[in-house]
């Protein structure tokens, strides 16, 4: 139940398209769904975030979508890019921005010129 | 931008030996985190700490290991006996009030 189930494990895009990843989890405990992006040699960067009584969020080229009630929930690159080739990781916490994170399993994207 | 940093940024360690990894976290947060990262798998949850003690920690985060904040700016992590299993990406992170998480670039723990 402490799960964070993340698909697809990898994940191939042309420039200028739209990268989807998706996430889902169990306990409804969750209050704080966090998304990170992370290049080889480097630690996860916090990219967007949201809590569950928000449907969508979107931050420039990103956005969350929140499905409460299937509990899932995805992350959407828009005008996919080369640079935003890296590792994306999905994550849940109970204890708000603060609390412990659970991470998903990480989804390796390539975006192709 | 401010940064949480990490050292040292690679060590190898002989079967058995302690080894304490080094955090600065960033200067005005007050939430204070180790995870690590087995190569090519997720990022998993060791230990939370907060007014100067643990708030939570993972069954991962046994008597082996300990953290401490030994002054008003360094974050360690020590693991007293390394074994083959603890090589790893440890990752030191710290959070601010209403914002999430800061991750420092890591230690690579290589243990032979």
């Known amino acids: 139940q402490q799960q964070v189930k993340q698909s697809p494990q990898s994940l191939i895009v042309q420039k200028g398209g739209i990268s989807i990843i998706n996430c889902a989890y169990e306990?409804?405990?969750?209050?704080?769904f966090p998304w990170y992006q992370q290049f080889p040699g480097k630690g996860p960067a916090l990219l967007i975030a949201i809590r569950p009584d928000v449907s969508e969020k979107k931050e420039g080229r990103f956005t969350i979508s929140f499905n409460k009630s299937a509990k899932q929930f995805s992350l959407h690159i828009m005008d996919s890019q080369p640079g935003d080739s890296a590792t994306y990781f999905c994550?849940?916490?109970?204890?708000?921005?603060?609390?412990?994170?659970?991470f998903g399993k990480g989804t390796k994207l390539s975006v192709k010129p | 931008e401010p940064e949480v940093t990490q050292t040292p940024s690679h060590q190898v360690t002989q079967m058995g030996q302690e080894v304490i990894l080094r955090c600065v976290p960033i200067?005005?947060?007050?939430?204070f985190y180790w995870y690590r990262q087995i190569l090519g798998q997720k990022v998993e949850f060791l230990v939370s700490?907060?007014?100067?003690?643990?708030?939570?920690k993972s069954e991962i985060f046994d008597d082996q290991f300990s953290v401490e904040r030994p002054d008003g700016s360094n974050f360690t992590l020590k693991i007293r006996s390394t074994k083959l299993e603890d090589s790893a990406m440890y990752f030191c992170a710290s959070s601010g009030a209403g914002w999430g998480y800061t991750f420092g670039s890591g230690t690579r723990l290589t243990v032979v």
């Open positions: 306990n409804t405990a969750f209050d704080y």
């Open positions: 200067s005005n947060h007050l939430y």
């Open positions: 994550a849940a916490s109970m204890g708000g921005s603060q609390g412990n994170l659970i």
């Open positions: 700490f907060y007014n100067n003690e643990i708030s939570e």
